[in-house]
């Protein structure tokens, strides 16, 4: 089992970009669906550093930032709430009773060890409203699950998986603004049906 909070405490977080990632702001600034278009509660799980949740923040989205690492509190907590927005400790995957437009994946699908990621899908089931969207970078798209993590290799085909039916994508593209250097990223849209 990873201790999480040991990883961050040692910066050994080699996902983290130190900021939202590139793509994300890019296309919050191109108008992606958003606030106005009726979805506004979003979940960003397993946090981290928050970047991501507080980039969505900023632009206009009611955000639930979840992770399990204690220490990420003080970080966190005060600058999402002057954003609307809120930070909880708990596991993300144990999530149940409070449902959300947008579900945000950056780095927690290829985080977790693959064999929880049935639990995953599960949980993303449990809390995306019908019509709702599951926007992911994929990262690291196509990397070798050989090659061990975290990161762990990531895929469409995986998310799929994880997710059982009743999503439909919506997108599937190379993303623009590159985040992560070692392997490539892709965007994923899905919609709940």
Not at 140 to 151: N, R
Not at 184 to 193: C, G, K
Request: overall charge negative; hydrophobic content about 45%.
């Amino acid at each position: 089992m990873i201790d999480w909070s040991e990883r961050y405490r040692t910066l050994d977080t080699p996902w983290n970009l130190g900021g939202p990632h590139p793509d994300l702001v890019r296309r919050l600034q191109m108008s992606e669906p958003g606030p106005r278009d009726g979805f506004r509660d979003a979940l960003v799980a397993g946090c981290g550093h928050g970047h991501d949740a507080l980039a969505l923040a900023a632009a206009g989205f009611v955000v639930t930032a979840v992770d399990i690492v204690h220490d990420l509190r003080d970080e966190l907590e005060e600058r999402l709430a002057a954003l609307g927005g809120r930070f909880v400790i708990t596991d993300a995957l144990a999530l149940e009773g409070e449902m959300f437009d947008v579900v945000f994946d950056h780095t927690f699908f290829c985080a977790i060890d693959p064999a929880m990621r049935a639990d995953w899908g599960a949980m993303i089931r449990r809390v995306l409203r019908p019509g709702g969207l599951l926007a992911s970078i994929v990262y690291p798209f196509s990397k070798p699950m050989e090659e061990g993590g975290p990161p762990w290799g990531m895929s469409r085909d995986a998310i799929e998986s994880a997710l059982g039916t009743g999503f439909e994508v919506l997108a599937d593209e190379p993303v623009v603004e590159k985040g992560h250097q070692t392997w490539p990223e892709r965007w994923l849209v899905m919609r709940r049906a």
